[in-house]
């Protein structure tokens, strides 16, 4: 998303026309996080930062956080009915639950310790109404982060209680039986406290779902009836006071299945699955000495995963699936600007695994396939220096030393430059690289049943090196442009597979991947609101032995975005509103079984505006009722999934 997003949406829903006149030059000066673990101008990062405001998501209706991602420059998003999968860049392994990328909220981890999942989907805990930005850094962030930040970094910055001013009510309805419904309370004190309580709960029916491989009269005619629904709770809470801020997010999904994963019986209605996850954390900023800044933070989490499968052995029975988590970490920051020209940050970041768990059983009759049980340390060391080598030439160094439980100690570095070419252009030069090693899931999940893991054994962190050249163009307060190309080698990259024809699954190093490509970006601002912004992505990823496409890999992708204001009719009483278009593109995909998807273009319509005190939002997905599917991944027996139809969402927002 362009960085030229909107900034003042924390106080736009009373005023919207006001908001789409927002200079672009404020816009460019946005202050952004992630690239650095410290503020600085999006174009001083040493990144091509994206990134997405509360005004774009309500503006375009973005309803889970995998749909904000989906509209970034250089991503993709994949849905196989169960969780959201991310694509960066060409690389969208099946098998992967987003494990590739680091999730941040207000900086502290997300990804749980089990599965190290990035949730993006419904079983992220975080309603988006409560989300003042998203940033998105791609590009290895090992240096900075350490494990997970391998294709990129995801910083979700919450809002705070003064944002939302006054208590307010959501309500939400859709297609397929959707009904949502927020309650959140801001509020500040006399002492100067900031306080934000929310609470959603959220529920969809879904449709019924064909899948032409079970088409027999014993399957129902592949028909899958009553089981893609999804049912949320999410509670959030944040204070903030003298330097000081607490956070707490608990969230959780129960989605039925019906694609039948993992070798199940077809259409029963037992077949589910439930995510459970809680986030804390306290984190203290201080000023030290004018030169010297100090962050320090705690948090602690708990992640379960419940999956009930029904198998016929024979006799039919429930197999229950568990995998628990439980953490706690804390993390130190140092960012001193007492030597001329530097800006040197330092820290440690430190994570106790406390309980690692996974079980299988059969339910009845009684029966245990897997019982494991660990726990670990994760323990890193950085260091970054920001060099002012001439007033119109910054180096950027960083490195890092990582260790955690079952792998090696490494050091993985990252330079950049960025030379102001004038007032108007950067021109950035990024090198970095990162690792994953194996997580629990991938190392200890051995069932012998049907759809199960098994034979998964040394395997080797993964490691990837990118180098990235980008220039940012900023020629009037109206304009903006971006190009950049990359280039990444993977090595050791981890991915699920079958063992030959049976039903049994396994994780291993299969290869060395490599990929290069091309963004490109632009966005357009004209005085009385309208706004425009493209960006193209070409990219090519293969496997160097064979010269093969990766599973679920476009070439190419494309984001186009148009919003306006719109007047009522005189007389009707309506404050002005903003219609806005959104087309994603994505280019033909193979699939598991090599077969040839072929790409798609999705446009959405969405239209906000202000009636009687109401904020009301319509929006209308897929706008053609375009046909279109995403490719599977093993533990599925369809080679390509069918996504929704055409959809429709009603949201009316009513602040006391």
């Known amino acids: 998303m362009g960085l030229c997003a909107g900034m003042a949406a924390a106080h736009a829903q009373s005023d919207i026309a006001a908001m789409a006149d927002l200079p672009l030059e404020q816009l460019m000066q946005m202050q952004v996080t992630t690239a650095s673990r410290y503020e600085q101008t999006a174009l001083e990062a040493p990144a091509a930062v994206s990134v997405v405001t509360a005004d774009d998501i309500q503006l375009f209706g973005y309803r889970t956080l995998a749909d904000v991602l989906a509209s970034m420059r250089g991503l993709y998003v994949s849905y196989d009915r169960s969780y959201h999968y991310l694509g960066t860049r060409g690389f969208a392994t099946p098998g992967d639950y987003n494990t590739r990328v680091l999730l941040l909220v207000n900086g502290v981890r997300f990804n749980d310790n089990v599965y190290d999942q990035a949730s993006i989907g419904t079983d992220f805990p975080i309603d ?136 199940q019986v077809f259409n029963d209605p037992r077949s589910r699955y439930i995510d459970t996850s809680t986030r804390m954390a306290a984190e203290y900023a201080a000023q030290w000495q004018p030169t010297l800044a100090f962050t320090a933070r705690l948090h602690a989490g708990r992640y379960q995963y419940v999956g009930d499968y029904v198998y016929d052995y024979p006799p039919v029975t429930v197999n229950r ?27 440690l970041d430190y994570r106790r695994d406390t309980r690692i768990a996974q079980r299988n059983d059969d339910l009845d009759p009684p029966a245990q396939y897997l019982d494991t049980r660990r726990n670990g340390n994760v323990l890193g060391v950085y260091v970054q220096d920001e060099f002012a080598l001439r007033p119109n030439l910054t180096l950027h160094t960083g490195l890092r030393w990582g260790q955690q439980s079952g792998s090696a100690g490494a050091l993985h570095p990252r330079l950049g430059l960025v030379y102001w070419w004038d007032a108007a252009t950067a021109v950035k030069l990024l090198h970095g690289t990162a690792y994953r090693p194996a997580n629990a899931y991938e190392r200890d999940y051995r069932v012998n049943l049907p759809g199960g893991v098994v034979d998964t054994t040394n395997i080797r962190s993964e490691r990837v090196r990118t180098t990235e050249l980008a ?24 991915s699920l597979d079958s063992l030959g024809h049976s039903d049994r699954l396994t ?150």
Do not use: C
Not at 128 to 142: A, I, M, N, Q, T
Not at 471 to 494: C, K, N, Q, Y
Not at 573 to 601: C, D, F, K, M, S
């Open 507 to 656: 994780f291993n190093n299969t290869r060395t991947v490599k990929v290069h490509g091309l963004e490109a970006e632009a966005e357009q601002r004209w005085a009385g609101g309208r706004r425009l912004r493209v960006a193209y992505g070409w990219q090519k990823a293969r496997d160097p032995s064979t010269d093969a496409a990766l599973t679920n890999s476009p070439r190419h992708l494309l984001k186009l975005q148009w919003s306006d204001v719109l007047h009522a009719p005189a007389g009707w009483g309506w404050n002005p509103g903003r219609y806005a278009i959104e087309a994603i593109g994505i280019g033909p995909r193979n699939t598991v079984l090599n077969a040839r998807l072929p790409g798609h273009v999705l446009t959405h319509v969405t239209y906000s505006t202000r009636i009687a005190d109401v904020d009301v939002s319509l929006g209308v997905y897929n706008l053609f009722n375009r046909r279109y599917s995403d490719p599977a991944s093993f533990e599925v027996r369809e080679d390509a999934l069918r996504q929704d139809g055409r959809t429709y969402r009603v949201k009316l927002t009513y602040a006391f």
């Open 471 to 494: 220039v940012e163009h900023a020629p009037t307060g109206a304009t903006r442009l971006l190009l950049t190309a990359f280039r990444s080698g993977v090595s050791d990259l981890i």
């Open 321 to 347: 699936d568990v995998g628990t988590g439980q953490w706690w970490g804390t993390e130190w920051q140092w960012v001193s600007t007492a030597l001329a020209q530097h800006k040197l940050s330092w820290g």
């Open 128 to 263: 988006l109404d409560l989300v003042e930005r998203v940033e998105f850094v791609p590009g290895p962030g090992s240096a900075v982060y350490g494990a997970n930040a391998f294709f990129g970094v995801i910083n979700v910055i919450t809002r705070d209680g003064r944002q939302l001013g006054r208590p307010q009510v959501s309500t939400e309805v859709g297609s397929h039986g959707y009904a949502k419904l927020r309650f959140s309370v801001g509020a500040t004190d006399a002492q100067g406290g900031d306080w934000l309580i929310a609470a959603t709960r959220s529920t969809a029916r879904g449709a019924d779902q064909y899948y032409p491989a079970f088409d027999a009269p014993a399957s129902h005619q592949g028909v899958a009836h009553g089981l893609d629904y999804d049912r949320s709770t999410q509670l959030f809470a944040r204070m903030r006071r003298d330097g000081l801020t607490l956070t707490l997010a608990h969230g959780e999904r129960t989605k039925g299945i019906p694609t039948a994963a993992f070798s």
